[in-house]
């Protein structure tokens, strides 16, 4: 088995990959429309790493993944896993468009498998608990924001919308985590915002 300790470890990954921080860390997502930022506030000694596009494990199927992981390092051999995506909108349509929800759920099945893959190099194998969040301008999903409230109706057919439950709820199903914690963070119009992790 190997001897070496987390900070060893973490000395085997190439410093531009992740940012440490243990009061604040920010997280910013281009986006055609201009940056989108969120500042993150953590409790612990934390890593963030972003792992999307080129960062990514590419032996992974799975090819999408949310724009940042953040490891809250809990004890010494135990962390928390924020999973944080950022959207100008989120929307129900389908899941081939990159503003759905049901895209970003995608991206967090991705985020959590790199994020397992990470822990592993780093030897953290107790995970704690696994946070997910949804960072957006714009929610055109929950009945009170949606510009159409007729696309909500109940009725039959391809045209027929249901709000999804899990946005209207706390709670996400994350590969094998049937209830897992969601967070939606409202960004102000210019793309800004913050959170406590």
């Given amino acids: 088995m190997l001897s070496e300790t987390f900070e060893q470890r973490l000395l085997w990954i190439d410093p531009n990959y992740f940012e440490r ?8 997502e281009n986006t055609e429309n201009g940056v989108l930022e969120l500042g993150c506030t953590v409790r612990n000694d ?18 999408k993944v949310a724009d940042a992981v953040i490891f809250e390092i809990v004890e010494p051999d135990s ?5 944080i995506e950022c959207k100008t909108t989120v929307n129900s349509g389908s899941s081939k468009k990159s503003s ?54 109940t009725g039959f057919g391809e045209n027929s919308q ?8 706390d709670k996400i199903s994350v590969l094998s985590i049937s209830s897992a914690h969601h967070r939606k963070i409202q960004l102000n119009a210019e793309g800004k ?3 406590t992790l």
């Fill in 100 to 153: 759905s929800w049901e895209h970003v759920k995608l991206q967090f099945c991705g985020a959590l498998q790199n994020a397992l893959g990470v822990l592993g190099i780093l030897g953290l194998s107790a995970i704690r608990d696994v946070k997910f969040y949804t960072a957006f301008i714009n929610d055109r999903i929950s009945p009170e924001n949606n510009p159409n409230p007729v696309t909500l109706r």
């Fill in 21 to 28: 921080g243990n009061e604040s860390i920010v997280i910013r």
């Fill in 162 to 169: 249901i709000p999804p439950l899990d946005w209207m709820s």
């Fill in 193 to 195: 915002g913050s959170v």
């Fill in 79 to 83: 962390v928390r896993i924020h999973i």
């Fill in 46 to 63: 934390s890593l963030k790493f972003n792992l999307e596009s080129k960062n990514r494990l590419s032996y992974l199927k799975h090819k």
